[in-house]
C-alpha cells in the first residue's frame, strides 16, 4: 500500500501545470502521459506531457505560467513534451512542443524573451525555433485539405500541397531540417514541403485562414502580412474578427 501512495506522489510531481485552458469555442480532450483522456474546459490546467486534440469546430487558447500563449486551430493534435519556467531560475526554462496535425497561433512569453533557443516547435517536416515572435503554423497532411474554414461552403475551401506553412506576424522564425534552415521576419509566408526538401520563402498568403471566435483577443491581425506591435505589458490591442 505504501509503494502505491508512493508512486502516485511521483507520478502527480512528474505532471507538472504547464498553462491553463483560457478560451474554448467547442470540445478539447488531453491525453494525460499515463495514457487517460481527459476533456478540458474552461480553467482546465495543461501539463507538460499532455497531448491536446481539438474537435473539427474548436478553437482553444492556452496561456502558458510565462504568460506565452497558444491558440489551437480546429482539428489540430498539439503535444506539449516539456514546459518548465521559474521566475527565478532560467536554467531550467525549456518549452519543447510538437504540432501533430493542424495549425496554432504561438505569442511568446517571458521564456522566449530571455532563453529564445529554449523553445521548439517540432512538426513532421521541420522543427520551429523563435526569435521572440509570433507566428502561424499549419501543417497539412495527405489530402491537403485545410481544416480551418467551417463557415465556407466545401467547394470554396482552399486545396493546398501537404507540408508546413508558417506566417510571422512580429519578430523572427527558424525553421529547420535535415535538409536546409531558413529565417523568417515579419509579413512574410513560408512552406516545407517534406522533410527531406529544405523550407522555402512563399510571396504571399497561399490561402490559410485563422478566424478563431471575437472573444478570443489577439495583439493584432494574424496570417494577414501586417505588423502587430504589442503594449508594454504584452496585453490586448484589439480582437480578430
Not at 71 to 78: A, V
Not at 121 to 139: D, M, N, Q, S, W
Not at 216 to 229: D, K, L, R, Y
Request: aromatic fraction near 8%; include cysteine.
Amino acid at each position: 500500500m505504501l509503494w502505491l501512495v508512493l508512486m502516485s506522489i511521483s507520478l502527480h510531481a512528474l505532471a507538472q501545470v504547464a498553462g491553463t485552458v483560457t478560451q474554448l469555442s467547442g470540445p478539447m480532450m488531453a491525453k494525460k502521459a499515463d495514457g487517460k483522456i481527459k476533456i478540458l474546459s474552461l480553467k482546465s490546467d495543461v501539463e507538460s506531457g499532455d497531448t491536446l486534440t481539438t474537435e473539427k469546430n474548436t478553437y482553444a487558447l492556452v496561456k502558458f505560467i510565462d504568460n506565452s500563449e497558444i491558440t489551437l486551430k480546429p482539428g489540430t493534435t498539439f503535444v506539449v513534451e516539456q514546459f518548465a519556467y521559474q521566475s527565478e531560475q532560467p536554467d531550467g526554462d525549456r518549452a519543447s512542443f510538437n504540432l501533430v496535425k493542424g495549425g496554432l497561433r504561438s505569442l511568446s512569453g517571458l521564456l522566449g524573451k530571455r532563453n529564445k533557443e529554449k523553445f521548439s516547435l517540432k512538426t513532421p517536416v521541420a522543427t520551429i525555433g523563435i526569435r521572440g515572435t509570433y507566428f502561424t503554423a499549419e501543417y497539412i497532411g495527405a489530402g491537403g485539405t485545410i481544416p480551418s474554414a467551417p463557415t465556407l461552403p466545401k467547394t470554396a475551401v482552399p486545396t493546398l500541397p501537404p507540408g508546413l506553412y508558417t506566417s510571422v506576424i512580429t519578430g523572427q522564425i527558424e525553421v529547420s531540417n535535415p535538409s536546409g534552415t531558413l529565417n523568417f521576419a515579419a509579413g512574410q509566408f513560408g512552406y516545407t514541403p517534406s522533410a527531406s526538401q529544405p523550407p522555402i520563402l512563399i510571396p504571399q498568403n497561399p490561402g490559410l485562414q485563422f478566424t478563431p471566435p471575437p472573444s478570443f483577443a489577439t495583439i493584432g491581425p494574424v496570417a494577414s502580412g501586417q505588423s502587430a506591435t504589442p503594449d508594454k505589458s504584452g496585453g490586448v490591442d484589439c480582437e480578430v474578427r
